[in-house]
């Protein structure tokens, strides 16, 4: 079981970028996945999250309306389309699946996390 976490890079305050969760070894539609961030020196936030099988979605609330996150059950993909970026989102993001759905209250929450991916570093500057 791996997930690949890509898409992060540098980009300008306002910008937009798309994070890709490429999931093997299992089915990420089968799976909540979320999306965590961890700037330095900071812990590591939940930034949003997919349910199974619903798709319902939760989002921290700084980002709520600049992101959305969503699967392509075809490519065994999650994305995390990021807008409107801010100099305070620049993190590391890592996806991560749970192995069982999760309680509304405990999407944020990494240890209810069982994958995770390596990271992609989003930098936000102008």
């Known amino acids: 079981v791996q997930l690949q976490a890509s898409g992060g890079g540098l980009v300008q305050p306002g910008g937009s970028l798309r994070l890709s969760c490429a999931a093997s070894?299992?089915?990420?539609?089968?799976?909540?996945v979320a999306w965590f961030r961890q700037a330095p020196g900071k812990e590591r936030e939940g930034v949003s999250y997919?349910?199974?099988?619903?798709?319902?979605?939760y989002y921290l609330r700084s980002v709520n309306g600049r992101f959305t996150i969503s699967r392509d059950n075809s490519k065994n993909t999650v994305f995390l389309q990021m807008n409107s970026l801010k100099p305070e989102d620049t993190a590391v993001y890592y996806c991560a699946a749970a192995q069982r759905r999760l309680l509304a209250g405990r999407w944020a929450l990494a240890a209810e996390y069982d994958y995770w991916g390596q990271g992609t570093l989003v930098t936000v500057s102008s």
């Open positions: 997919i349910s199974f099988p619903g798709g319902g979605t």
């Open positions: 070894g299992f089915s990420s539609n089968r799976y909540p």
